[in-house]
């Protein structure tokens, strides 16, 4: 009776707007106080927050995803992208699927796309011959589409809170790098399939394949180029461990975009570690008050009241999973991908894995849902910012992006029951 | 002057978060330096690093708090009239507030504690000093919650 009353008490504060951290904090109080534990258990959960592995990577990889948010990288990309790719059918949507992915994957699906690509890419999509609907979900659909490719925030958090568990079945950050692969590829493919199907009786332009145009601006890359070789070769290969790998990317954004190529004001700095560190500041304060908050839940054995509860209903592996996708999908329309993270990983983890399923192919069911989450209407976080930054109305959005949506379930629905593709290249 | 020292705090707490950044960056660059080119590490350079994400954090959550920015959900809000809003505002303000007091009270308590433990965290920096941030950040964060339900 408690525990409902708790809960409900909990959700409207939350609906209310109360800070997310202060919502977690206050249920961890009132629990310890309920249970007679000393408070001070508060601070030593959030002093353990030093204790979790790999930790350093998230406001570095954070930091420099803003200050390539300022560069203009986003307008190199496409315009190499699209001399690369131009020439194909419904090419220019191609070039932005890619585009997207990879600019996601570096900072992070916070909006921060749909403003810097995005706003590149829709005037380019029209005066390509798209249509109107079909350009603004495609770029409402992308802002979130490089979730699963490495190094993206969402991704690194899901490793970090498991890391931090003692689960039975351990796993790298590594693995999960190279679990999210194959997925983001078939999200991109099925979504570029899906453009050459409808856009085939538009009459669209397609460039020229020019050698030296693709050359030329292949150079203007140079610099850019090593940035994923940083990231993805640093990991792969073992010569960096993530966070180190994270180190050397934020000192290699600095001095490229500040002063070789000065893109970014050196006096804008600052401001830039400000606004970066303010929202890593928010997540991890999240994440410390969730582990004083899990610990207490663990304390008063909810997950395995959870896990009977559940257990009563779902039978099967397949039947949990189907659970998982409604759940998921209904939280990520709802809450940021962020504290969706922090709040169910640790509740969802130990019961997914009683019912077989690999804490890796969680991961990417977890984050492939939230993606999709922030296009779900009516509230999903993407279609306000497209609407705001294309100046059109809300319901226009969901229009434009259902189709998109659509596809992407599909594509969900693969990942969720053919868990090979995430583990293809792991030894599992 | 009480404006002054606003301001004052402010920088410094902006002058911190810049600062901890940079050494976090040069302090990991330098690991992986010595580690490749001499193979060796500095012991205490692992808990530096640790201890400054968390500082970061609570400095971040800091200044996220004076510019309004943390994560919320505010579904209500969309739908509130005027009034109630106000007045949902001022309470979930308050009621931070209040919340954020009683965890610097508790986190003060562990600072207490571990200063009379005198443990040590790296070198010669004992443990209490490094968690010193935390009763000092939910303060600040309390008093700000205070103010912006004052001037809602």
Not at chain 1, 163 to 177: A, E, G, N, T
Not at chain 1, 312 to 322: I, N, R
Not at chain 2, 23 to 40: E, K, M, T
Request: one cysteine or more; aromatic letters at 14%.
């Amino acid at each position: 009776m408690i525990g409902w009353l708790g809960t409900f008490l909990i959700a409207a504060s939350a609906l209310a707007g109360l800070p997310l951290f202060i919502v977690i904090l206050a249920a961890a109080m009132f629990g310890f106080f309920l249970a007679d534990v000393p408070l001070t258990v508060i601070a030593i959960e959030l002093y353990r927050l030093i204790d979790t592995p790999m930790l350093l990577a998230l406001p570095l990889f954070t930091f420099s995803g803003y200050v390539l948010a300022e560069s203009g990288l986003s307008l190199r990309l496409v315009r190499f992208t699209s001399r690369v790719m131009g020439w194909m059918p419904a090419g220019l949507a191609v070039v932005s699927f890619f585009v997207c992915a990879f600019f996601t994957a570096f900072t992070g699906a916070s909006g921060v796309t749909i403003v810097a690509v995005g706003a590149l890419l829709f005037p380019a999509l029209l005066a390509g011959g798209y249509n109107e609907r079909y350009s603004l979900g495609l770029v409402t659909t992308s802002g979130s589409l490089g979730l699963l490719l490495a190094p993206s925030l969402p991704l690194i958090l899901y490793g970090v809170i498991a890391q931090q568990m003692d689960l039975p079945v351990p796993f790298s950050l590594r693995d999960l790098f190279l679990a999210g692969a194959i997925p983001a590829l078939l999200m991109i493919l099925s979504l570029s399939v899906y453009s050459v199907w409808v856009t085939k009786d538009l009459s669209l332009v397609r460039e020229q394949f020019d050698g030296e145009e693709v050359l030329i601006q292949f150079q203007e890359l140079k610099w850019d180029m090593p940035l994923p070789f940083i990231v993805l070769g640093g990991i792969y290969s073992g010569f960096f461990a993530v966070s180190e790998a994270a180190a050397v990317t934020s000192a290699y954004v600095v001095l490229v975009y500040v002063f070789v190529k000065k893109e970014v004001n050196l006096s804008s700095v600052p401001r830039i570690v400000k606004e970066s560190m303010m929202m890593v500041g928010g997540i991890l304060l999240i994440l410390g008050v969730s582990l004083a908050f899990t610990n207490y839940l663990i304390d008063a054995e909810v997950p395995q009241a959870l896990f009977s509860w559940i257990n009563e209903f779902v039978k099967s592996k397949v039947a949990f999973l189907l659970l998982l996708n409604g759940v998921f999908l209904l939280l990520g329309a709802i809450l940021d991908i962020f504290s969706a993270l922090v709040i169910m990983v640790p509740l969802i983890l130990p019961l997914a894995i009683s019912y077989g399923v690999d804490p890796v192919h969680l991961g990417i069911i977890f984050l492939a849902n939230m993606q999709i989450g922030y296009f779900t209407p009516p509230i999903g976080m993407n279609l306000f910012i497209a609407s705001y930054r294309f100046k059109k109305p809300i319901s226009e959005i969901y229009l434009a992006t259902l189709p998109f949506m659509g596809v992407l379930l599909i594509v969900l629905a693969l990942i969720t029951y053919l868990p090979e593709i995430s583990l293809f290249f792991l030894d599992r | 002057m009480v404006n002054k020292t606003l301001v004052f705090i402010e920088k410094m707490e902006d002058f911190s978060l810049v600062f901890s950044l940079l050494v976090v960056v040069s302090l990991a660059l330098l690991q992986i330096f010595l580690r490749n080119v001499f193979g060796f590490g500095f012991m205490w350079a692992e808990s530096v690093l640790k201890i400054l994400v968390l500082w970061i954090a609570l400095l971040g959550a800091m200044v996220a708090t004076r510019e309004n920015q943390h994560i919320k959900i505010d579904l209500l809000e969309r739908f509130l009239p005027p009034l109630a809003l106000l007045l949902c505002r001022k309470m979930t303000s308050i009621f931070s507030a209040i919340i954020c007091g009683l965890a610097a009270y508790w986190s003060a308590d562990l600072v207490y504690y571990e200063f009379l433990d005198s443990t040590v965290a790296f070198g010669a920096v004992p443990v209490w000093l490094c968690q010193m941030i935390m009763p000092i950040a939910f303060c600040v964060m309390g008093l700000r919650f205070l103010s912006h339900g004052w001037n809602t």
